[in-house]
């Protein structure tokens, strides 16, 4: 499912009719994140990123929840997200961070969507664009230092900010890039990038031009790891739902964890000795063991690739995941503990000190907590709490 099936599609669903596999996010979580990174970058400004259903967390409470909390601007990556929004009645300023096509740029300017520019042949068609509507569009302009996705080239961006200054029709109010590597340990390739960025920049000086006011490259690797790199704004993502971006990522700022993932359990049984589980027939016990199956499976989001490998959380005790995870349907090996139709599970969370992360499903999985998170689908069902 792409990312925009995910946030056009959000759940209506109330809570007393909710599908036992749900999301639970809470807001005060949210709220505490966002204010420790605040304090930690003040007096640079803050754009969350709510790309991808807000790493799936739901884009539009998110949304609503950043505008309350005071946030300077949101970043979101395809067009169809930031219109979402604005016909979710979000008023604060939305740059869309991914690349254009010429036909979209009359739509930007509709919903009062800032556009990424990335090249003098987009800085064309915004301006022909917003002539053609008598209005004024809003840019942010983008520099390649050291990803090659879009971008002009550092070492070639002086026109690019020559031709911007000249256009008469659009207001630029930014200038970004964006790094490879912020998260890691070493930092040099990280250092190089802001150099080039820097580098870029200084043309506004040796021309005496006024630069745009919002100069931005920083991510959440960057965040904790750099501060030199805040400038005017930083681009927080995966730090602002509590989730940081790699385990060797120095923690300097404390965020935890939003989201959790629950089901309950909908079947109970004992499995007999050499009768397989699931598809494939992968997995049986040589000894009688009871067994629970959950309403959950690679259709949710639940990666298959997790199969023989995942555990889960029922009772406060942690149990593995048996046999081929399914479409809709997951068996977990309970031995001789017990449990019973409607037991809570946990797919992510904590309960009684102990937990499973979306760091444990992106082990199992063999990805990162990233594609964890954008993958919970829209057939599971957000709700929202606060404590
Ligand atoms: C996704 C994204 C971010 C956020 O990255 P994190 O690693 O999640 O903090 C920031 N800026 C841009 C342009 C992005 O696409």
Same mark, same amino acid.
């Given at each position: 499912?792409?990312?925009?099936?995910?946030?056009?599609?959000?759940?209506?669903?109330?809570?007393?009719?909710?599908?036992?596999?749900?999301?639970?996010?809470?807001?005060?979580?949210?709220?505490?994140?966002?204010?420790?990174?605040?304090?930690?970058?003040?007096?640079?400004?803050?754009?969350?990123?709510?790309?991808?259903?807000?790493?799936?967390?739901?884009?539009?409470?998110?949304?609503?929840?950043?505008?309350?909390?005071?946030?300077?601007?949101?970043?979101?990556?395809?067009?169809?997200?930031?219109?979402?929004?604005?016909?979710?009645?979000?008023?604060?300023?939305?740059? !869309?961070?991914? @690349? &254009?096509?010429?036909?979209? *740029?009359?739509?930007?300017? +509709?919903?009062?969507? %800032? $556009?990424?520019?990335?090249?003098?042949?987009?800085?064309?068609?915004?301006?022909?664009?917003?002539?053609?509507?008598?209005?004024?569009?809003?840019?942010?302009?983008?520099?390649?230092?050291?990803?090659?996705?879009?971008?002009?080239?550092?070492?070639?961006?002086?026109?690019?900010?020559?031709?911007?200054?000249?256009?008469?029709?659009?207001?630029?109010?930014?200038?970004?890039?964006?790094?490879?590597?912020?998260?890691?340990?070493?930092?040099?390739?990280?250092?190089?990038?802001?150099?080039?960025?820097?580098?870029?920049?200084?043309?506004?000086?040796?021309?005496?031009?006024?630069?745009?006011?919002?100069?931005?490259?920083?991510?959440?690797?960057?965040?904790?790891?750099?501060?030199?790199?805040?400038?005017?704004? !930083?681009?927080? @993502? &995966?730090?602002?739902?509590? *989730?940081?971006?790699?385990? +060797?990522?120095?923690? %300097? $700022?404390?965020?935890?964890?939003?989201?959790?993932?629950?089901?309950?359990?909908?079947?109970?049984?004992?499995?007999?000795?050499?009768?397989?589980?699931?598809?494939?027939?992968?997995?049986?016990?040589?000894?009688?063991?009871?067994?629970?199956?959950?309403?959950?499976?690679?259709?949710?989001?639940?990666?298959?690739?997790?199969?023989?490998?995942?555990?889960?959380?029922?009772?406060?005790?942690?149990?593995?995941?048996?046999?081929?995870?399914?479409?809709?349907?997951?068996?977990?090996?309970?031995?001789?503990?017990?449990?019973?139709?409607?037991?809570?599970?946990?797919?992510?969370?904590?309960?009684?000190?102990?937990?499973?992360?979306?760091?444990?499903?992106?082990?199992?999985?063999?990805?990162?907590?990233?594609?964890?998170?954008?993958? &919970?689908?829209?057939?599971?069902?957000?709700?929202?709490?606060?404590?």
């Amino acid at each position: 499912m792409s990312n925009t099936d995910q946030t056009i599609n959000q759940s209506t669903i109330t809570e007393d009719v909710v599908r036992p596999t749900h999301v639970e996010v809470n807001l005060s979580r949210l709220r505490d994140n966002f204010n420790a990174i605040r304090n930690h970058v003040d007096p640079a400004k803050i754009m969350p990123i709510l790309k991808a259903n807000a790493y799936g967390h739901g884009m539009v409470r998110i949304a609503q929840l950043m505008e309350e909390l005071g946030a300077d601007y949101i970043g979101v990556a395809v067009l169809e997200e930031g219109i979402l929004l604005r016909q979710s009645g979000i008023q604060m300023p939305i740059l !869309v961070t991914g @690349g &254009i096509l010429g036909n979209q *740029v009359p739509h930007f300017i +509709e919903y009062d969507l %800032t $556009i990424t520019a990335s090249s003098i042949v987009k800085l064309e068609q915004i301006e022909e664009a917003a002539l053609a509507m008598g209005k004024q569009a809003k840019v942010h302009l983008k520099i390649d230092t050291g990803m090659e996705r879009i971008g002009v080239h550092y070492y070639s961006a002086e026109s690019l900010l020559e031709k911007a200054a000249s256009c008469k029709h659009m207001q630029v109010e930014g200038v970004f890039s964006h790094f490879a590597r912020s998260e890691e340990t070493d930092l040099s390739y990280t250092r190089l990038q802001l150099e080039r960025f820097l580098e870029t920049l200084s043309y506004y000086d040796k021309r005496g031009i006024e630069p745009p006011p919002l100069k931005h490259i920083a991510n959440s690797g960057a965040i904790l790891q750099m501060p030199e790199t805040y400038l005017d704004m !930083v681009r927080p @993502g &995966i730090m602002l739902y509590g *989730v940081y971006p790699a385990e +060797e990522t120095q923690r %300097t $700022i404390e965020v935890k964890p939003a989201l959790s993932w629950k089901s309950r359990v909908v079947y109970f049984k004992v499995i007999k000795p050499d009768h397989p589980v699931g598809y494939g027939s992968n997995w049986q016990s040589d000894h009688p063991i009871r067994a629970v199956t959950i309403p959950v499976g690679y259709g949710d989001g639940y990666f298959r690739s997790m199969s023989n490998k995942a555990k889960v959380l029922i009772r406060g005790n942690t149990y593995p995941v048996v046999g081929t995870i399914s479409m809709d349907q997951i068996v977990a090996n309970i031995e001789d503990g017990s449990a019973y139709n409607n037991d809570e599970v946990l797919l992510i969370g904590e309960i009684e000190g102990k937990n499973i992360r979306c760091e444990d499903l992106s082990e199992w999985a063999g990805t990162i907590p990233y594609e964890i998170l954008t993958n &919970i689908n829209t057939r599971v069902p957000r709700i929202y709490i606060s404590e």
